[in-house]
């Protein structure tokens, strides 16, 4: 299976404190007719962190049935113990995933050896396809070259997901990369045309909740071979990251939707709102935005 463009890392829309079925339909429905090539829920900014395992499980499943084969479906199943992960991805399975994402276990500091043993050990028991999520700057461990030197062998890994922001190991594992079913995407927003170019196969993205068309016209820019379009439309969403970073993840991203029209609630604790001292500097960022994009 060979993962291609810019996919979607799609929030989890919440109202009092549960998933909000109709919501999430409602989004599902609104990415799909914009044209992103695929969803990928349950992750970071689809707050796994403070789902259960049976909330995980109801949204995987809301989600796959709405989406009902029109774009591919990539879950995330990280946990930190081996065998919960093995668990809830067979789960995942069931519903019709096309493949579970797996982030690299967090809280505990793990050597390389273990993490090799840890995925491979998933990989061997799982009833669909994985991808590799890696995110140091959050869990505390790298998914060094030498490792995905080692993980890229096995067959039923089929994917990365970079988000370390480290261009030259992005470079690297490209560089890896010999099989026509695996596919290194990047996972920070602000690489993504560096990554097309350097040869990454797409990008999962969580501007593209709120920035959908012009992420997707950075992907589609590349392709059609306009760099000077795709690098001005790259730098362009520069400023919403900007405002991202004025709370916890995804608390700017979720009012940002809010604010376009598309109410997804607001995250669960222990994040919190967005706070009023910020919310003219955002909604005037917002505005800008939404003078440019279509709703």
């Known amino acids: 299976m060979k993962i291609r463009g810019l996919i979607t890392a799609m929030v989890t829309p919440m109202h009092d404190g549960k998933v909000d079925e109709l919501a999430t339909k409602r989004l599902v429905n609104h990415l799909i007719e914009k044209g992103i090539h695929g969803?990928?829920?349950?992750?970071?900014?689809?707050?796994?962190?403070s789902l259960s395992d049976n909330e995980k499980v109801n949204f995987v499943q809301i989600v796959v049935d709405e989406v009902a084969g029109r774009v591919p479906v990539f879950a995330g199943a990280g946990c930190i113990a081996t065998s919960q992960v093995i668990d809830l991805s067979n789960?995942?399975?069931?519903l019709?995933?096309?493949a579970v994402s797996v982030i690299t276990p967090y809280l505990i500091k793990l050597s390389q050896s273990e993490l090799i043993e840890h995925y491979t050990v998933i990989a061997n028991k799982i009833?669909?396809?994985?991808?590799l999520y890696n995110i140091p700057q959050n869990t505390g461990i790298n998914i060094e070259v030498t490792t995905f030197e080692q993980l890229i062998k096995h067959p039923n890994i089929i994917g990365i997901k970079d988000s370390s922001g480290d261009i030259k190991q992005l470079e690297d594992f490209i560089k890896i990369n010999d099989r026509n079913?695996?596919?290194?995407l990047v996972g920070s927003d602000s690489k993504m045309l560096q990554a097309f170019e350097l040869g990454a196969d797409g990008a999962v993205s969580a501007t593209s909740n709120f920035l959908t068309n012009t992420d997707l016209d950075i992907y589609k820019s590349f392709k059609e071979g306009d760099?000077?379009?795709a690098r001005?439309?790259?730098d362009s969403?520069?400023?919403?990251?900007?405002i991202l970073k004025y709370a916890s993840i995804p608390s700017v991203l979720k009012y940002s939707m809010s604010f376009k029209g598309i109410d997804v609630g607001k995250p669960r604790n222990p994040i919190q709102d967005v706070e009023p001292q910020y919310f003219q500097e955002i909604n005037k960022i917002l505005m800008s935005y939404l003078r440019k994009e279509e709703i």
């Open 39 to 49: 969803l990928f829920i349950l992750g970071t900014n689809g707050e796994f962190f």
């Open 91 to 94: 789960k995942f399975a069931n």
């Open 96 to 98: 019709g995933v096309d």
């Open 127 to 131: 009833k669909v396809p994985m991808i």
């Open 181 to 184: 079913d695996f596919s290194v």
């Open 227 to 229: 760099r000077n379009k």
């Open 232 to 234: 001005k439309l790259q």
């Open 237 to 242: 969403i520069e400023p919403f990251r900007k």
